[in-house]
């Protein structure tokens, strides 16, 4: 039950910067996805959800690959969001095994 609310607070995050990506006036955005099912339905569902929330111009790219690579595509520009679960980002990208809120997460992301 944990996981599942964890990744709607996720996605309700992700739509909310997708939309203000739009009213700043960036005119397209590219969501990733990694390479397996789940997160290739998240990333569709997040392009459906953004396109219907603006004029459209959001772009789902899938099966990039694992965590690192899709977090590498994240950080160099080549994608503006992906869906990651909260467990996978402590651990595989900052590299933990504390278990943090959303906000710290937020935090130690902003820090690296």
Do not use: C
Request: aromatic share 6%; charged share 20%; glycine share 10%.
């Amino acid at each position: 039950m944990n996981r599942i609310l964890g990744l709607l607070a996720l996605g309700a995050v992700l739509v909310v910067a997708l939309v203000a990506l739009f009213l700043s006036g960036k005119p397209k955005v590219v969501v990733g996805s990694k390479a397996f099912a789940e997160s290739w339905i998240l990333g569709q569902a997040l392009t459906d959800l953004s396109n219907r929330a603006t004029d459209g111009g959001v772009k789902h790219v899938s099966n990039l690959g694992g965590t690192d690579i899709v977090y590498q595509a994240l950080k160099g520009g080549r994608v503006d969001v992906y869906p990651e679960y909260t467990g996978t980002i402590t651990e595989s990208v900052l590299k933990t095994h504390e278990r943090m809120s959303i906000p710290q997460i937020r935090q130690a992301l902003e820090a690296q």
